[in-house]
């Protein structure tokens, strides 16, 4: 079984450019997480889609948005990009919330 | 909202010592998961405890939730090099986010 696959594994953008991530689940995961891992501030959740829906969303600015589509893959935009958004993005698939979470290997995104 | 602290943040041990992180939230708990991250890699998923008191063990790796659901711990006996990375708790309430604590990292010295 496929694991989570996100591309691209690394970026490099400047600031006020946008950035898009994508993240496939496992198959027959409908829940998709996103994280933002920096070396300061652990793993910090950004947002979690099921079947199309954000049901949940963590403490982070506008800037950030996410969608999934129907085939439960999900995208994470960041728009506006700031230094400090320089991290490794993580996705997790899962078959719902509180079971566990799969995680991919993560995009690497370093801003000039 | 719910705050979760772990501790240690570090420990350095000597390989065939054991090992104990501590995770401890403000709030009781639906369930906990304990993730493992390798230096470099993403964080793997070890362990789901659901129940009061729950005691799990896996080889070497011995977890317990505690009576009140709101602290559970993850025991190593007899670290090996294969130990070392960041141990994460992740206490899970339905309706809130999902929420990692800060991680302890291990390292074990040959």
């Known amino acids: 079984k496929a694991g989570v696959t996100q591309t691209p594994r690394y970026l490099i953008k400047t600031r006020g450019q946008q950035v898009t991530l994508s993240c496939s689940p496992i198959s027959g995961h409908r829940s998709v997480s996103w994280y933002q891992q920096t070396p300061g501030q652990g793993l910090q959740f950004l947002f979690e889609y099921f079947s199309e829906t954000q049901r949940n969303k963590g403490n982070f600015p506008g800037r950030f948005s996410g969608r999934q589509f129907s085939n439960s893959r999900s995208e994470m935009n960041v728009s506006t990009l700031e230094l400090g958004d320089s991290a490794l993005y993580l996705c997790?698939?899962?078959?719902?919330?509180?079971?566990?979470?799969?995680f991919g290997d993560g995009t690497r995104l370093s801003i000039l | 909202g719910q705050q979760v602290m772990q501790i240690p943040q570090y420990q350095h041990v000597q390989e065939g010592e054991d090992f104990t992180t501590y995770c401890n939230s403000s709030?009781?708990?639906?369930?906990i998961q304990w993730y493992k991250q390798r230096p470099g890699g993403h964080p793997v998923f070890l362990i789901q405890?659901?129940?009061?008191?729950e005691v799990k063990k896996q080889k070497r790796l011995t977890f317990q939730f505690g009576e009140a659901k709101k602290n559970s711990s993850l025991h190593i006996t007899a670290t090996q090099t294969t130990d070392v990375g960041t141990y994460f708790c992740?206490?899970?309430?339905?309706?809130?986010?999902?929420?990692f604590g800060p991680g302890t990292r291990l390292s074990v010295l040959p």
């Open positions: 405890l659901v129940k009061s008191g």
């Open positions: 992740a206490p899970f309430n339905y309706g809130q986010n999902f929420v």
């Open positions: 709030t009781t708990l639906s369930n």
């Open positions: 997790a698939s899962s078959v719902d919330q509180n079971q566990p979470q799969h």
